[in-house]
């Protein structure tokens, strides 16, 4: 996964997520960082394998192939909070916020622009299901809800994502 590592590598990706770890320095749960984009990313991408549902991805997106898909799956999860440090500092969606900077990251590590869509949508599409999201937007709504493990959460009983989230292993399952 080339493009992949391009992205973890990029510069402007590194300072986004230095960000997000300054920003959430004084807080002790829900962390934004590096770690949970990769296990929003591989949560997201074991959503579509274990639905069989890549040769599918690969058809409704326009896909060149499998690889393909799985580049677009994993950039969406490493991308998806990625403009979560301004929703601090100026109260802006950072979902919105983050489609863009994605926007502006993807080029540069050789996504094309039916990629680049499909993983903006998602990214967009991630903070609130609705009827009209798109398929990956969908997988990484869930894949960012299953990344926790809200059930062990000393702040549970105060956390105002709790009524939106999904908590148990048979969540998996839809």
Known sequence: MKRVELLLKDAHYIEYINNNNEEESANKYCQHGLQ????????????????????????????SGK??????????GLLHDIGKWNEYRTGADHAAFGARL??????????NPNEIELICRAVYEHRNISRDMSFLGE?????????????????RANCPKRSNKEFSVTAFEY
């Open 102 to 111: 994605a926007r502006d990251i993807l080029p540069r590590v050789f996504y």
């Open 36 to 63: 949970h984009h990769i296990d929003v990313a591989r949560i997201a991408y074991i959503l579509v394998l274990e639905h069989n549902d890549l040769n599918y991805f690969v058809k409704e997106g326009g896909l």
């Open 139 to 155: 997988r990484v709504h869930r894949a960012d809800n299953l990344s926790r493990v809200c059930s062990q959460c000393e702040d």
């Open 67 to 76: 690889l393909a898909a799985k580049e677009c799956i994993y950039a969406a």
